[in-house]
């Protein structure tokens, strides 16, 4: 099993920063990736941005240029950095580890963080 404990969220203002943090206990596998969902109420979780174990990293479109997702595999902490936010990036931010697995399929499978609230204000 693995257990992901989020930092706290908070207000900001538009175009102000929040840092989010995320540190992973139990059984965690070195090449995991781990990464940042959202979900605004009335709308689909979506991905914010991930991280591989060797640093590719992936963003949304909508975040790119503005968020920065970083890890410390040593400490198995996932971080994203928010610049400029918008009242757009209101919602509840998911950590997440991504595992890939071989049986019976290739594929990957998601645990999860208890969310965290981020509002940005207009």
């Known amino acids: 099993q693995v257990q992901l404990v989020e930092s706290e969220g908070g207000l900001a203002q538009f175009g102000g920063s929040l840092r989010l943090s995320c540190a992973a206990s139990?059984?965690?596998?070195?090449?995991?990736?781990m990464g940042w969902y959202r979900q605004a109420p009335e709308k689909q979780r979506e991905l914010v941005a991930t991280?591989?174990?060797?640093?590719?990293?992936d963003y949304a479109e909508s975040v790119k240029g503005r968020f920065t997702i970083s890890r410390d595999n040593a400490k198995n902490t996932v971080y994203l950095q928010m610049n400029n936010l918008k009242p757009e990036d209101t919602a509840v931010y998911y950590c997440?580890?991504?595992?890939?697995?071989?049986?019976?399929?290739?594929?990957?499978?998601?645990?999860w963080g208890q969310g965290t609230q981020v509002t940005v204000s207009s």
């Open positions: 997440a580890v991504d595992r890939a697995i071989e049986d019976p399929k290739p594929g990957i499978i998601t645990f």
């Open positions: 139990g059984s965690i596998f070195t090449k995991d990736a």
């Open positions: 991280i591989t174990s060797d640093g590719t990293t």
